[in-house]
């Protein structure tokens, strides 16, 4: 399977507990998006990567949250002292940029990470 | 925030109807994209336009977009049980946004055999 691929796909935590969501990208592209989607709505927006580089966060991405992209391969998204509104799917998505920079090609996404906090 | 609103939030169809939903959006974009989300699935990409295109054609989908009114609509003609899902617009501002999606609620979408 070459798409994107989350890991785990479900977490339950206890509140005050850290979490760490993996991420890995269609191996092609250089582009990889965090979103965050709670039951009934669209996802959200939390950050955006170009290779390595973390080019824009969210003002939904407090302190607690933290994304990586060591290698301008894989993703992690680490949530500190979880809450019970973190509760939510974390989805991943990532996509290819054209030459010019500035249009943007469809996103391709991951299944998801359902994070329970209890 | 989200960046719009779709409307309906919810439609129900017959096998073999055409559904159409609309997308109203509030920035400027580079491009507009549509997604359908199978229940407890992942978003699976439709269709994407351009800011300069008006009309859009894949298969069975019909996309049309309005940069005047800051709206988009989906047409799936002849539609199917299997078309079951929500669908979402998403804007994509471009320039310094960096490509981000601003999605909108998203339409319910059942189609009865």
């Known amino acids: 399977d070459t798409g994107v691929s989350q890991d785990p796909r479900h977490k339950i935590t206890k509140r005050g507990q850290n979490v760490t969501f993996r991420c890995d990208p269609i191996s092609e592209h250089n582009r990889l998006y965090w979103y965050r989607q709670t039951l009934g709505q669209g996802p959200e927006f939390l950050t955006y990567?170009?290779?390595?580089?973390?080019?824009?966060k969210s003002r939904l991405l407090s302190d607690r949250f933290s994304a990586e992209r060591p290698k301008g391969s894989f993703s992690t998204l680490e949530i500190q002292r979880t809450e019970q509104g973190d509760s939510a799917m974390y989805l991943c998505?990532?996509?290819?940029?054209?030459?010019?920079?500035?249009?943007?090609?469809?996103?391709?996404f991951g299944p998801g990470t359902r994070l329970t906090v209890l | 925030s989200q960046q719009g609103e779709e409307d309906p939030q919810a439609l129900s169809i017959q096998e073999g109807e055409n559904a159409t939903m609309n997308c109203s959006y509030k920035?400027?974009?580079?491009?507009l994209q549509w997604y359908r989300q199978n229940s407890g699935r992942g978003l699976v990409h439709l269709i994407l336009i351009r800011s300069n295109e008006r009309e859009k054609h894949s298969g069975r989908l019909r996309v049309t977009l309005d940069t005047s009114k800051k709206s988009s609509s989906l047409l799936i003609t002849a539609s199917r049980a299997a078309d079951t899902a929500s669908y979402f617009c998403?804007?994509?501002?471009?320039?310094?946004?960096?490509?981000?999606?601003?999605f909108g609620q998203g339409t319910i979408l059942t189609v009865h055999p």
């Open positions: 998505a990532s996509s290819t940029s054209l030459a010019g920079g500035y249009s943007y090609n469809e996103q391709f």
């Open positions: 990567f170009q290779n390595e580089a973390q080019l824009e």
């Open positions: 998403a804007a994509n501002a471009g320039g310094t946004s960096y490509g981000k999606l601003t």
């Open positions: 920035t400027s974009i580079n491009n």
